[in-house]
């Protein structure tokens, strides 16, 4: 029996994402509206809107909690969006430091 696996999800910033290049990302951002069946991200960097299944429950979140985001890249009017494929509260995440980590890896002065 074959699996077909899927592609993995990039940890990446909003202005990183390429619609051209980029199918799974992870996105860590604070939420800046809210939805129905959606919501905006922004990671300091950028903001994208994010499209969810009715089985993701956004009806817990609240405006400025922090979410991980993992989900599929989709091209728009508006460069792209993302629907999520998962969500998750990280109102324990302290996203200076996360900023700064990020910005080490990628070898800039913290």
């Known amino acids: 029996m074959d699996f077909?696996?899927?592609?993995?999800?990039?940890?990446?910033?909003i202005s990183e994402i390429?619609?051209?290049?980029?199918?799974?990302v992870k996105i860590v951002g604070?939420?800046?509206?809210?939805?129905?069946?959606?919501?905006v991200i922004d990671d300091g960097f950028g903001s994208v809107q994010v499209t969810t299944d009715p089985e993701i429950n956004v009806e817990s979140?609240?405006?400025?909690d922090n979410v991980?985001?993992?989900?599929?890249?989709f091209a728009s009017?508006?460069?792209?969006?993302?629907r999520a494929e998962s969500?998750?509260?990280v109102n324990g995440i302290d996203m200076e430091l996360l900023k700064k980590v990020r910005d080490m890896e990628?070898?800039?002065d913290v």
């Open 61 to 64: 979140l609240k405006t400025s």
């Open 30 to 39: 604070k939420v800046v509206g809210l939805g129905p069946d959606s919501l």
């Open 77 to 82: 009017e508006n460069g792209f969006e993302l």
């Open 68 to 73: 991980r985001v993992t989900g599929r890249v």
């Open 4 to 13: 077909q696996k899927r592609l993995p999800a990039i940890e990446k910033a």
């Open 18 to 24: 390429d619609p051209e290049k980029d199918i799974r």
């Open 106 to 108: 990628k070898g800039v």
């Open 87 to 89: 969500l998750q509260n």
